[in-house]
């Protein structure tokens, strides 16, 4: 089954495709270096690099690229405030890595949260989707936190897997069942 980015929404988010509209938020959002502390990305140089890189986003929804990017906007303000994506899609086994990132400022309010929820009850109730994995870099606590709440089960860790500021990182491997999301959601409704 192919997996579309298609407009979610929820109480205070509106998941959506990034348009290049979204520049100033993009460039505000992905600059603050410590967004990147546990990921394999950096800051970029300049603006026509962001330029770049959110126009490459924006031509991915037509190529039909593995990756797919939903922009997380905070309705009240009408701001791109993060992105939350698929990534390694496996038609054939039903299965996808999802990752997060909410703008620094914006952190702490509950946005992932809200964010990967309406997308995990999209993917497992409208896509076929029967597992969701999150790889989290070891000392990612946010990041562990969020799985966790979501959810998904510390189910085994790839010792010294990334390699940054000349450092050797483990990764965490979580994972979360269609079967388990349906226990969840059902214990939830009692
Ligand atoms: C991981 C990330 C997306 C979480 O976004 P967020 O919108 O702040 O998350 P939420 O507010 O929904 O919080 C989720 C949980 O994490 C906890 N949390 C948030 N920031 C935290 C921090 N810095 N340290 C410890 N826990 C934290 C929250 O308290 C919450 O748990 P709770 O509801 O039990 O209290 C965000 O920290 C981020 O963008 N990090 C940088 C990019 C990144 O590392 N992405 C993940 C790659 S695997």
Redesign the pocket.
Known sequence: MEIEVCNLETERLLLRKLNMSDLEDYIEFRSNA??????STKPKDNVKDYKKSLKSIVKSYISKAPRLIWAIIFKDKNKLV?T?SIENYLCAHKLCEL??????N???????????HALINHLFGNCDINRIY????QG??????????LGFMHEGTDRQARFKNGKFLDVLNFGLLKTEWETLNKNKKM
């Open positions: 410590d967004l990147h502390k546990f990921l993060g939350i990752g997060w990132s909410v703008n620094v914006y952190q702490g309010k509950g946005i992932a949260s809200e964010a990967g999150a790889s989290i870099w990612n606590e946010a990041s562990k936190k969020l799985a966790l709440k």
